[in-house]
């Protein structure tokens, strides 16, 4: 369905338990009705980069840049919202990454910038270490681990994002999404969707083709949008 106002590119999407879709955008961020609906979401017009969140929850964490006017620092680090970005504030490394992927279970961050690679924290974004050499596109956490799609195809952590390994028989995921009850949804390089109970088996089911950005509420239901479009896939 068709999204009213369309968004400029969206950077990240998390379902919450509320009914409402959160999309992180060039220009902040904005709630999406499952009709389509679109609003703003706070005050901000930040640049929010590999925004992510706990499924089901308000709870978000974002990198990326400060919109025109901001005082902030260049990139803006690892920064959380607890009431669905109505309010943001700065955990670290302010003015050192830039994260074009993230992923959260709470204690757990995993994110990776483009230069400082693979980072992980099991202190909510507080301290970061390296984490494997990898360069994903997308991350997801679930109990059964770190899930990251690759160019060589999706690779699972089960130590915190410190090792992976090749997942045998997952399709070629290009978007990676966790439900809160530990399902994952993917985008494949063609555009079809998939989803799978716990990352070991994947179904097919659709076609969307190529979205911006993927969010699973579980394993029933997940949603895709572009710019302009919102999938409900189930």
Known sequence: MRLQPALDHVHGLLATGEGTLLAGTHSGVAAITRAGAVTGVGSGADDLMGMSGIPGTDQLVSSGHPGAGSDQPNPLGVIASDDGGTTWRSVSLTGEVDFH?????????????????????????????????????????????????????????????????????????VLVAAGADGSLWGVDTD????????????????????????????????????????????
């Open 101 to 173: 992927a993230l992923a959260t279970s709470g204690d757990l961050v995993v994110g990776y910038d483009g230069r400082a690679g693979l980072l992980v924290s099991t202190d909510a974004g507080t301290t970061f270490s390296p984490g494997a050499r990898i360069a994903p596109v997308a991350l997801a956490i679930t109990p059964g681990g770190v899930w990251a799609t690759t160019a060589d195809g999706v690779q699972r952590s089960t130590d915190a994002g410190r090792t992976f390994t090749s997942v045998a028989g997952a399709p070629l995921l």
């Open 191 to 234: 555009g079809a969707a998939w989803r799978s109970p716990d990352g070991t088996t994947w179904e097919q089911r659709g076609h969307v083709g190529p979205v911006e950005a993927l969010a699973a509420f579980d394993y029933a239901v997940a949603y895709a949008v572009t710019a302009d479009t919102l999938y409900v896939l189930t």
